[in-house]
């Protein structure tokens, strides 16, 4: 194996797949990124074994070869080297020796073979969507994927394609966010429950311009554009009827301004309970007063002018669910609809002149008098 590549490309070849390189392994190679020189360029490859990342950058090659060296050194390395040309010479037995400038390093590596191979996704039926249509579904639903392992399943992100729009719902059972906009890229209806993880991959990699050609599996998912590939493992099992928690009879609306309801729940969700931080709202002509209590804390009170002309009602909530729901709020005013303090409220952008249709839901607390 012998290519030259200038460092920064090839600096940002290996930012692009790190991320994907486990912190901790119980597998050595899995440590280490794939550096495949070939006729194409030089190809670059990361994984954790549920996500994969690869791609390729120009690089002059002189003799193909491939080996895996340690990512963090790797990283390390190429961040500190001066601007110019990086040259990487096989030197025998998985060890290489790498130059730019008067900077000489000598990495021993792990041989090729004992690399994962990617799943077996191809691309040759692949459908396609803008990466800010699919973007846009990430960034406003997977927040609301649970944390907790006790149900795999809400783990994940459901993404719902049909033939004239995509859907992502995601839930922790307590808040659930989601998002409808049109698309006509998918050749066929499907459900994919997909890790919240390789969606922050395809966040952080692709483009608001890109096209992105997607293509299954029996139990992967795989993602690509240009030249960067990302395949992660797909979470198996039936996904919760969600629907069946969306009321569709909530009649008391308010129009609340953003901003002013996220500063005040901030404020008096300083002395909630640290364990449910509920929050006490109370709705009235025009008002809404916000109360909480803690006994071996203390109380808080506070209000805003709210659009609300319905019955009056208190409803509790978790103020941090409440909190992380208008942060990816699209619009300045937000409208909040409930029926009674134990039925689910619904949170959704009010005024927002987009295709996309956006809704959270917030699962209400008990309030203790």
């Known amino acids: 194996m012998k290519f030259t590549i200038t460092r920064e490309r090839l600096h940002d070849g290996l930012a692009a797949v790190s991320p994907t390189v486990p912190a901790k392994t119980t597998l050595p190679v899995l440590a280490n990124i794939l550096v495949e020189a070939g006729s194409d360029g030089l190809r670059l490859s990361g994984t954790d074994l549920d996500i994969a990342v690869s791609t390729l950058v120009p690089a002059d090659v002189d003799a193909p070869g491939a080996v895996t060296l340690p990512a963090k050194k790797l990283v390390e390395i190429v961040r500190e080297l001066p601007s110019a040309a990086v040259r990487i010479t096989g030197a025998g037995e998985q060890r290489i020796n790498l130059e730019c400038g008067r900077s000489k390093f000598k990495l021993l ?15 040759d039926k692949a459908w396609s969507v803008t990466s800010a249509d699919l973007l846009k579904l990430v ?4 927040f609301a994927a649970s944390t907790e392992e ?11 394609l049909r033939g004239e729009k995509m859907r992502m719902v995601a839930t922790n059972g307590h808040r659930l966010a989601k998002m409808d906009v049109p698309a006509s890229g998918a050749k066929e209806s499907a459900d994919l429950i997909v890790p919240p993880k ?22 992967h ?26 009321p569709r009879e909530n009649d008391k609306v308010a129009t609340i301004d953003k901003e002013a309801l996220s500063s005040a729940l901030r404020r008096v969700g300083v002395v909630a309970s640290d364990q449910t931080h509920r929050v006490r709202l ?5 008002t809404l007063r916000f109360a909480v209590s803690t006994p071996d804390l203390g109380e808080a009170q506070d209000e805003i002018a709210v659009s609300y002309d319905g019955e009056p009602l208190e409803i509790g909530f978790n103020a941090n669910y409440l909190l992380e729901v208008l942060k990816y709020m699209p619009t300045d005013e937000v409208k909040f609809s409930f029926k009674a303090p134990e039925r689910a409220a ?24």
């Open 198 to 219: 390789a969606l922050e991959q395809i966040r952080r990699l692709f483009g608001a311009a890109d096209m992105i050609e997607i293509a299954k599996s029996e139990n």
């Open 139 to 142: 960034n406003h639903v997977s």
């Open 150 to 160: 006790s149900r795999p399943i809400l783990n994940g992100v459901l993404w719902e």
């Open 109 to 123: 590596g792990i041989a090729k073979e004992e690399f994962p191979n990617f799943p077996p996704v191809k691309f």
């Open 282 to 286: 109370a709705f009235s002509s025009g």
């Open 221 to 246: 998912l795989g993602f690509r554009t240009g030249d960067t590939r990302v395949f992660t493992r797909l979470i198996e099992g039936p996904y919760p009827n969600y629907e069946q928690v969306i």
């Open 346 to 369: 619904t949170i959704e952008p009010a005024g927002w002149d987009d295709p996309a249709a956006y809704l959270c839901l917030v699962m209400p607390l008990r309030l203790v008098d």
